[in-house]
């Protein structure tokens, strides 16, 4: 079974970088397929920040792609996002994803909820 | 880029009957590229429906997806308790996803 599993701070400050990572067990990352990172804000719908796929190879939402950088480490079967000069308005529960193309968002982690506040 | 708009924003039913979720694009979308996700309280979203008609592993049949082009549609047959949750649609295209606002069903 594919388990995803979101790792980081869960307080960041204004202005400062919000990193994750997400070891994946029961699938290597250099078999294939895309992994994603998805967020929702409290109370609100879910957002689609990026996918990677394990060469390296990155797609972003516009709205984010100026602050958003994903990568793959296969060594360590996990992928990380970073996003930089947060604000209050990038306080979510970040998930972490497999994405297959022509199925969707098939196994997810549970979720990190990460606050930006001074 | 491509925006999923949801409806209605809540369903209001009871156990037993039918629910019947739109979610309608701004431009065509490949059916291949069309997910369905539900999502409850504190847990993650998880795939229901994907290619717009085809039930994700060890969904009950009592889920159903139709449409294509800008029209897609999420219907439950018969609602059981379990069902009462928030539903999304997703959509892939252009290297780019994207996600609808979600339909609440709640009980009534």
């Known amino acids: 079974q594919v388990q995803l599993q979101e790792s980081g701070p869960g307080l960041v400050k204004p202005s400062e970088t919000l990193s994750l990572t997400c070891p994946v067990s029961?699938?290597?990352?250099?078999?294939?397929?895309?992994w994603g990172w998805i967020r929702q804000p409290p109370g609100k719908g879910l957002e689609w920040i990026g996918s990677?796929?394990?060469?390296?190879?990155?797609y972003y939402n516009p709205s984010l792609k100026s602050r958003v950088t994903i990568s793959v480490d296969t060594s360590k079967n996990q992928f990380s996002l970073r996003l930089s000069s947060v604000t209050a308005a990038d306080t979510a529960v970040y998930y972490c994803?497999?994405?297959?193309?022509?199925?969707?968002?098939?196994?997810w982690g549970q979720g990190t909820l990460v606050t930006v506040s001074s | 880029e491509v925006v999923l708009t949801q409806s209605p924003g809540t369903l209001s039913l009871s156990p037993g009957e039918r629910a019947t979720l739109s979610c309608r694009a701004s431009q065509s979308v490949s059916s291949s590229y069309l997910a369905w996700y539900q999502q409850k309280p504190g847990q993650a979203p998880r795939l229901l429906i994907y290619g717009a008609s085809s039930r994700a592993t060890g969904i009950p049949d009592r889920f159903s997806g139709s449409g294509s082009g800008t029209d897609f549609t999420l219907t439950i047959s018969r609602l059981e308790p379990e069902d009462f949750a928030v539903y999304y649609c997703?959509?892939?295209?252009?290297?780019?996803?994207?996600f609808g606002g979600g339909t609440k069903v709640e009980i009534k």
């Open positions: 029961g699938y290597s990352i250099s078999s294939g397929y895309y």
């Open positions: 994803a497999r994405v297959r193309l022509g199925i969707g968002f098939d196994f």
């Open positions: 997703q959509q892939y295209g252009s290297s780019l996803f994207t």
């Open positions: 990677c796929f394990h060469t390296g190879i990155t």
